[in-house]
């Protein structure tokens, strides 16, 4: 072979290599995007059980502090043992009234948030009146103010099957004195538990 067939040999084997280009590598290269948003999802999925967890935890210590808050009452309810409770509170009313104050409202409506904590827990409540007044006319009374904030518990999703009501008028006064003060402490609904 000449030098010039050389030469024309290897200038057509480098057009060629030019016209046919070099074959590429291909690089599949994940998106960053859809490696975010698993890097994301996975730590969305570890903050939610971690979260799941603390709420269970929180739970628990709720039922727990709850369960030591009752204490047996001494003199048992119409539906048997009732225990009280300092996170049930009392509300209270004017003289010869049973319509629930707005204060008493917000005390109902954080012993509604308690009840709505613990669905299997049932209360009694009961309707107290002071000593002034006839025993059938204060009788009638507790029971008015019982079951209205029976009725005002029953608006904010308590059901109803949850809430009995009882009327002991002016025969079980918390405070005995015969005091303006005495009787507005007297002229309240308390609320027992009946189960847990």
Avoid at 26 to 48: D, G, L, Y
Avoid at 132 to 146: I, K, P, S, W
Wanted: proline fraction near 5%.
């Amino acid at each position: 072979m000449t030098k010039k067939s050389f030469s024309i040999l290897i200038l057509i084997l480098c057009i060629g290599l030019i016209m046919t280009g070099c074959p590429k590598k291909t690089v599949v290269k994940e998106e960053p995007s859809i490696k975010k948003s698993e890097e994301v999802a996975t730590r969305e999925a570890k903050e939610k059980e971690s979260a799941g967890i603390k709420e269970e935890e929180a739970r628990q210590a709720e039922r727990e502090e709850f369960e030591k808050s009752l204490v047996a009452k001494k003199t048992p309810g119409i539906e048997g043992e009732t225990y009280e409770t300092p996170l049930l509170k009392d509300i209270h009313f004017d003289f010869d009234k049973y319509d629930i104050r707005p204060g008493d409202a917000e005390i109902l409506k954080e012993n509604a948030g308690l009840l709505a904590k613990f669905p299997n827990v049932k209360i009694q409540i009961e309707g107290h009146c002071d000593e002034r007044g006839t025993v059938e006319y204060n009788l009638a009374l507790g029971e008015r103010r019982a079951n209205n904030a029976k009725g005002y518990l029953i608006s904010l999703g308590i059901p109803e099957s949850r809430i009995s009501s009882i009327s002991y008028g002016k025969e079980r006064p918390l405070d005995p004195g015969h005091t303006e003060e005495a009787w507005a402490k007297n002229r309240r609904d308390h609320m027992v538990i009946l189960s847990k």
